[in-house]
């Protein structure tokens, strides 16, 4: 079985400055993705960024970027320049390629930017 | 992306009764999932829910409690039966992604309160 587990419950951090949440996975299988997805006070879960296993290039998208680091099995999230609008939960999440769909959620971590 | 909508957004339920909670999707999709997320917590796949066949739940989630619905490739239902307090939750419909299959797109949600 997959386990997903985010060890941070809450974090904080000031407008503009930098802030990595952290995440650990176990799985014994070769083909997986990865997967950061925020969800804000609206409840609206939204999909921050994603990791193929595969690859060995960590994945960006604009801000946010992650350190994938597969034989420790770690996948963390970098928010750089952060806003106030960045405050949310953000969750940590794992599918492998003969289960697409099953994602297998972290327990997320609360997210505060201060200004 | 998907555009996913749910209704209803909320509900306040009585003890011992069932809501149905439709999911409508803006394009034509293989695969549905149905997500519940307890107060403060992580999320729990319910089932998954494919076109023309029966739902596939997880452990612990049963037919006769949480029975699913798929009539066509854009629309799905969940129904939380005979509810305990218990059950309060926010319910959440995805959908795989049409381009990347591991990816999930996920409604707003719909939050339940059985008192």
């Known amino acids: 079985a997959q386990t997903v587990t985010q060890s941070q419950p809450e974090m904080s951090v000031q407008e503009a400055e930098t802030v990595t949440l952290s995440c650990t996975y176990d799985t014994s299988e070769s083909n997986y993705y990865l997967f950061w997805y925020k969800q804000p006070p609206s409840r609206q879960m939204i999909l921050v960024i994603r990791q193929e296993a595969y690859k060995q290039q960590n994945a960006t998208e604009n801000r946010f970027s992650v350190n994938f680091q597969k034989a420790a099995k770690s996948f963390s999230l970098k928010i750089s320049d952060s806003q106030l609008g960045d405050t949310a939960m953000y969750f940590c999440a794992f599918t492998h390629g003969t289960s697409y769909g099953k994602l297998t959620f972290g327990q997320g971590t609360i997210l505060t930017v201060h200004p | 992306s998907a555009v996913i909508s749910q209704k209803p957004s909320r509900d306040i339920c009585q003890r011992g009764t069932s809501l149905t909670i439709q999911c409508q999707v803006d394009s034509q999709v293989t695969m549905m999932f149905w997500y519940r997320q307890q107060p403060g917590q992580s999320l729990t796949l319910i089932a998954t829910a494919n076109q023309g066949s029966e739902a596939t739940y997880e452990s612990g989630f049963v037919i006769d409690k949480f029975p699913i619905s798929r009539p066509n490739l854009t629309f799905s239902t969940l129904t939380v039966s005979n509810m305990s307090p218990e059950d309060s939750s926010i319910y959440l419909c995805?959908?795989?992604?049409?381009?990347?299959?591991?990816?999930?797109?996920f409604g707003p949600g719909t939050r339940l309160t059985v008192t």
């Open positions: 995805s959908v795989e992604s049409t381009t990347r299959g591991d990816e999930q797109y």
